[in-house]
C-alpha cells in the first residue's frame, strides 16, 4: 500500500537555526498538510497545500514557516528561526482530493535545545 | 472554531471485551469523522472513518456510531486483541464552505491498553 514518507526521523536543532523537514506524499495525491504534535498531546494542524499554493494556515503557522513543493514528488516545512517552545513530532499527510482521507506519515521528531 | 472532546484518556480492558471511545464536537457544519489509531513511534493511521449522512458504519471487530442532532460519535472495538493497544484519536471535518475551512481537528487522545 502507497505511503507517505518523511525524513528525517528525528531532527535535533539549536534555538534559532533554520531546519526543513521533508515528505513525498503519495504520489497521486493533490492535497497536502503539515501537522504537530506536541508530547502527550493533541495532532494540531498547521497548514494545507494544494494546486501550488497554502489553501488554510492555522495561527501557529505564522511568518516563521513556510511551505514548499519544490519538485513533482517532495513537500517541505520550513521553520526559519526556531524556538524551543517549536519542539514537537511534526507530521505529513496527504490526500487524493478535497474531501478524501487523510494519509499520514511516521513524522519528524524535532527537538530544539 | 470547531472543538472536539474525547473521552476517556485512558482506556483498560481485559482481552476480549469491548471497548467505546466517545467524542463530542461543537461545529454543526461538521460533516466528517474519522478516526486514527497511533502506535508508538508512528503516524496517525486511519482504522475508519463516518460521513453525516449515515448513522453507524461496521469494518469487521470496528463499528462507529454518529448522533447529528447530539454531535457526538462514537468508536467500538469488539474482542479486543492485545494488538488494539495504542492511542486512538477522533477527529472532525466541516463540509466544503466559502470559508475554505477544512482542517481536521483532532480530539486529545484515548490510550487503550489491552490486557492479555
Known amino acids: 500500500e502507497p505511503e507517505v514518507t518523511q525524513t528525517p526521523s528525528h531532527q535535533v536543532t539549536q534555538m534559532g537555526q533554520e531546519v526543513i523537514l521533508r515528505c513525498v506524499p503519495i504520489s497521486n495525491h493533490l492535497y497536502f498538510y503539515w501537522y504537530r504534535q506536541i508530547l502527550g498531546q493533541k495532532v494540531e494542524f498547521l497548514v494545507s497545500?494544494?494546486?501550488?499554493?497554502?489553501?488554510?494556515k492555522s495561527e501557529i503557522f505564522d511568518d516563521q514557516f513556510s511551505v514548499e513543493r519544490p519538485d513533482g514528488s517532495n513537500f517541505t516545512l520550513k521553520i526559519r528561526s526556531t524556538k524551543l517552545e517549536d519542539s514537537a513530532m511534526y507530521f505529513c499527510?496527504?490526500?487524493?482530493?478535497?474531501?478524501?482521507?487523510?494519509?499520514f506519515g511516521n513524522g519528524t521528531r524535532l527537538t530544539v535545545t | 472554531g470547531e472543538n472536539v472532546e474525547q473521552h476517556p484518556s485512558t482506556l483498560s480492558v481485559q482481552e476480549g471485551d469491548s471497548a467505546v471511545i466517545k467524542c463530542t464536537y461543537s461545529d454543526s457544519a461538521s460533516n466528517y469523522f474519522p478516526w486514527y489509531k497511533q502506535e508508538l513511534g508512528k503516524g496517525p493511521q486511519l482504522i475508519i472513518d463516518?460521513?453525516?449522512?449515515?448513522g453507524e458504519k461496521k469494518d469487521q471487530r470496528i463499528a462507529v456510531t454518529l448522533n447529528k442532532t447530539a454531535k457526538h460519535f462514537s468508536l467500538h472495538i469488539t474482542e479486543t486483541q492485545p494488538e488494539d493497544s495504542a492511542v486512538y484519536f477522533c477527529a472532525a471535518r466541516p463540509a466544503p464552505t466559502d470559508t475554505g475551512r477544512r482542517a481536521l481537528t483532532f480530539g486529545s487522545g484515548t490510550r487503550l491498553q489491552v490486557q492479555p
Open positions: 497545500f494544494y494546486n501550488n499554493e497554502i489553501s488554510e
Open positions: 463516518i460521513r453525516s449522512n449515515v
Open positions: 499527510a496527504s490526500s487524493l482530493g478535497y474531501d478524501s482521507p487523510l494519509h
